[in-house]
Nanobody, 124 residues
Framework: HVQLVESGGGSVQAGGSLRLSCAASGYIKGVYCMGWFRQAPGKEREGVAGIESDGTTSYADSVKGRFTISKDNAKNILYLQMNALKPEDTAMYYC???????????????????WGQGTQVTVS
């Protein structure tokens, strides 16, 4: 089965930066997408950014111009570079994967079959 493990979360002041990593292991058959979601206390899990097998990316409007999703295919590591962080970015961030090409916009969490354990990001 597929296993996703996130790292890189932490506490940072507003305007600062963090880079999240997601190490993927296990075989994923066929075409698939990977992405980042986040969930703050009392709020629904929301899609942040996604990347397809061909490298096509997509971002939530709230993070465009500040966050960058990328993937190291050789090492099977997904990244999320977060710049100009705001207090409203505070959340648990999750790495996710799904089969197929593309995803619903905005992303629907239930459509994504594989999840990491999450890493906390706190912006003050």
């Amino acid at each position: 089965h597929v296993q996703l493990v996130e790292s890189g979360g932490g506490s940072v002041q507003a305007g600062g930066s963090l880079r999240l990593s997601c190490a993927a292991s296990g075989y994923i058959k066929g075409v698939y997408c990977m992405g980042w979601f986040r969930q703050a206390p009392g709020k629904e899990r929301e899609g942040v950014a996604g990347i397809e097998s061909d490298g096509t990316t997509s971002y939530a409007d709230s993070v465009k111009g500040r966050f960058t999703i990328s993937k190291d295919n050789a090492k099977n590591i997904l990244y999320l570079q977060m710049n100009a962080l705001k207090p409203e970015d505070t959340a648990m961030y999750y790495c996710a994967a799904r089969y197929g090409v593309g995803w619903r916009r905005p992303p629907v969490a239930d459509d994504w079959g594989y999840w990491g354990q999450g890493t906390q990001v706190t912006v003050s």
